[in-house]
């Protein structure tokens, strides 16, 4: 059951954190958005498409460090390195398996998994709607719709 309540507690966190940094992300691609639309060009539609993802990236990397220093204050792993890098493996649900948490604390594996494919949800529905309202809003030629014209 303390896995279960831990594992919870840091899934609550990492949603909190993920929502922080999009909301606040969201102003800023406001303005990137009104940058790009005032002489929408490819380029710019792309810089503003790249900005996205390197905010939802810094929002996913917030989400593994947390998950690295609950690990490393439950003394599951002894160095930060090890930490990062299960967190990564777990959260991204890669899952190598060439490292796995002690049997006392093996719930939490799946639990990094889960947090990491609901936020990766949570981003991609973020993402979607920023782009679609770029294209929306700015000049349709620069991003076509899958499949041809409309």
Known sequence: MLQLALGLLIMCVN??????????????LERAKAWCVKTCS????????TASIVVV??????????????????DIFDDPSTSLYFSIVAYTTLGFGD??????WRILSGMVA???FLLFGWSTAFQMDFLTDLRQTGNRSIAPAAGGEE
């Not at 490819?42 to 498409?49: I, K, N, P, T, W």
């Open 114 to 116: 889960a947090n990491g």
């Open 99 to 104: 490292l796995i948490l002690p049997e006392p």
């Open 15 to 28: 949603g909190f954190v993920h929502g922080l940094v999009l909301s606040h992300a969201a102003g800023f």
């Open 42 to 49: 490819a380029h710019r539609y792309s810089a503003a498409m």
């Open 57 to 74: 990236m810094a929002a996913h990397f917030a989400g593994v460090l947390i998950w690295a220093a609950a690990f490393l204050v439950l």
